[in-house]
């Protein structure tokens, strides 16, 4: 059991937050469990997902924005199946309520209302099944897990008041990842990851906007100068291509006298997927508009030194 209370100036919030977990012993390899936990939240993430580019910043909750509540019910089983392979599954469901978003409708540059009236709150939910496999063979040790999930977001503000998928909506989610430690010297790593391409919103639709758009002609007199506007169907009603990336990496340890060195190097994105981080409007060759997918990096190695005492 856990209580929290939450004040922001006059603004007081108590929230009383159970959590129960129970499990039934089969016999000594297999093991069923479930669980149920109610949550408060009182900071709230706020992100701008247009076209796949995130911004995200944290605020607080007050007499205007109340604190997230959420209550997630999970079962499961785990197995073991000889000395090491272990085996698990788990289904979950998860509700929310007072989700936080910034209103499309509202300009975050105005100064005529105030920071929380520019933000709406609705009703989540997602749930999902993860499988989860490890087996250890001699110096080898394999991992993969699987996800299967749904996520959801709902508010009167937008898209009609009708569900559309949150930006966390990944249908498939795939790690599996092979580690190598011959000995307590050396140890050699590679992690591959699939998930299914984030969901976004893209305008369906772009048209001139000649209203106060008034530009100078030199030694002229003022001339329409033409912007451009985005119309918007449904949120979040397409998806960036899928994610896939391979990570490698090399541990070099030396244990000293009084500590315990490491020297770390690899790379992200071994293979060089060109994974689209973010969309944006261009204009080609023939002076039409279209969608252009941005990649911010391919290959990043690192390099790091560990001392542990």
């Given at each position: 059991?856990?209580?929290?209370?939450?004040?922001?100036?006059?603004?007081?919030?108590?929230?009383?937050?159970?959590?129960?977990?129970?499990?039934?012993?089969?016999?000594?390899?297999?093991?069923?469990?479930?669980?149920?936990?109610?949550?408060?939240?009182?900071?709230?993430?706020?992100?701008?997902?247009?076209?796949?580019?995130?911004?995200?910043?944290?605020?607080?909750?007050?007499?205007?924005?109340?604190?997230?509540?959420?209550?997630?019910?999970?079962?499961?089983?785990?197995?073991?199946?000889?000395?090491?392979?272990?085996?698990?599954?788990?289904?979950?469901?998860?509700?929310?309520?007072?989700?936080?978003?910034?209103?499309?409708?509202?300009?975050?540059?105005?100064?005529?209302?105030?920071?929380?009236?520019?933000l709406i709150q609705g009703h989540g939910w997602s749930y999902g099944t993860e499988i989860a496999l490890q087996e250890r063979i001699g110096p080898f040790f394999f991992n993969a897990a699987y996800t299967l999930s749904w996520s959801n977001r709902q508010f009167a503000e937008i898209n009609g008041g009708k569900a559309f998928p949150y930006?966390?909506?990944?249908?498939?989610?795939?790690?599996?990842?092979?580690?190598?430690?011959?000995?307590?010297?050396?140890?050699?790593?590679?992690?591959?990851?699939?998930?299914?391409?984030?969901?976004?919103?893209?305008?369906?639709?772009?048209?001139?906007?000649?209203?106060?758009?008034?530009?100078?002609?030199?030694?002229?007199?003022?001339?329409?100068?033409?912007?451009?506007?985005?119309?918007?169907?449904?949120?979040?009603?397409?998806?960036?291509?899928?994610?896939?990336?391979?990570?490698?990496?090399?541990?070099?340890?030396?244990?000293?006298?009084?500590?315990?060195?490491?020297?770390?190097?690899?790379?992200?994105?071994?293979?060089?997927?060109?994974?689209?981080?973010?969309?944006?409007?261009?204009?080609?060759?023939?002076?039409?508009?279209?969608?252009?997918?941005?990649?911010?990096?391919?290959?990043?190695?690192?390099?790091?030194?560990?001392?542990?005492?």
């Amino acid at each position: 059991m856990h209580w929290a209370n939450w004040i922001s100036n006059n603004y007081s919030y108590s929230s009383l937050q159970p959590r129960i977990y129970t499990s039934f012993k089969i016999n000594a390899d297999h093991t069923v469990y479930a669980s149920a936990t109610k949550m408060s939240q009182f900071l709230h993430s706020i992100n701008s997902n247009m076209m796949g580019f995130q911004s995200d910043f944290w605020l607080p909750s007050t007499d205007k924005i109340h604190p997230e509540e959420s209550v997630m019910g999970s079962v499961g089983y785990s197995g073991h199946a000889g000395r090491h392979f272990d085996f698990n599954i788990e289904a979950y469901y998860k509700d929310l309520q007072n989700v936080t978003m910034y209103n499309p409708g509202k300009s975050i540059f105005d100064n005529v209302t105030t920071w929380d009236e520019k933000l709406i709150q609705g009703h989540g939910w997602s749930y999902g099944t993860e499988i989860a496999l490890q087996e250890r063979i001699g110096p080898f040790f394999f991992n993969a897990a699987y996800t299967l999930s749904w996520s959801n977001r709902q508010f009167a503000e937008i898209n009609g008041g009708k569900a559309f998928p949150y930006r966390y909506d990944r249908r498939h989610n795939i790690k599996t990842s092979v580690a190598f430690k011959p000995n307590a010297k050396f140890a050699a790593t590679a992690n591959w990851t699939y998930m299914s391409g984030e969901a976004v919103t893209i305008p369906d639709q772009l048209y001139s906007n000649l209203d106060n758009n008034l530009g100078i002609n030199i030694g002229g007199p003022y001339a329409a100068s033409p912007s451009f506007a985005f119309t918007y169907t449904n949120w979040n009603a397409y998806r960036l291509p899928a994610i896939h990336r391979l990570d490698i990496g090399f541990d070099f340890i030396k244990q000293k006298k009084h500590a315990e060195r490491t020297w770390s190097l690899g790379l992200f994105n071994a293979y060089g997927r060109s994974n689209i981080t973010y969309v944006n409007v261009t204009t080609n060759s023939s002076g039409g508009f279209e969608l252009q997918g941005q990649t911010l990096f391919k290959f990043i190695p690192y390099f790091s030194y560990r001392i542990k005492f």
